[in-house]
């Protein structure tokens, strides 16, 4: 099942966005982000029942959220800085995704938002 992320945009840092994903019914599901010219990075993920982690750059800024009614994944994004400029992918996956910060561990993926900060 295709993942589909929307919210994403241009805001001046400091800003806050909201990111959604659907569905969200994966066992373990995640946000990951990825600059031009780098890696994709893991940001949060969250297994069902279980409290979200967050990669340290992101901690205290972004929360992870699930409405299980909507089906739907959020990701709210405070204090943002220009350095969180990327696309936002959101996965889904099995048991092996819950606690990983690998890509390769989930297996479905939304086509991404754009979200862009400015100084």
């Known amino acids: 099942v295709q993942l589909v992320e929307s919210g994403g945009g241009s805001v001046q840092a400091g800003g806050s966005l909201r990111l959604s994903c659907a569905p969200s019914?994966?066992?373990?599901m995640g946000w990951f982000r990825q600059a031009p010219g780098k890696e994709r990075e893991w940001v949060t993920n969250?297994?069902?029942?279980?409290?979200?982690i967050y990669a340290g750059s992101v901690k205290g800024r972004f929360t992870l959220s699930q409405d299980n009614a909507k089906n739907t994944l959020y990701l709210q994004m405070t204090s943002l800085k220009p350095e969180d400029t990327a696309m936002y992918y959101c996965?889904?996956?099995?048991?092996?995704?819950?606690?990983?910060?690998?890509?390769?561990?989930?297996?479905?993926w939304g086509q991404g938002t754009q979200v862009t900060v400015s100084s």
């Open positions: 996965a889904g996956g099995g048991s092996v995704a819950c606690f990983s910060t690998r890509p390769t561990d989930f297996y479905y």
């Open positions: 969250i297994h069902e029942g279980d409290k979200p």
């Open positions: 019914g994966y066992t373990c």
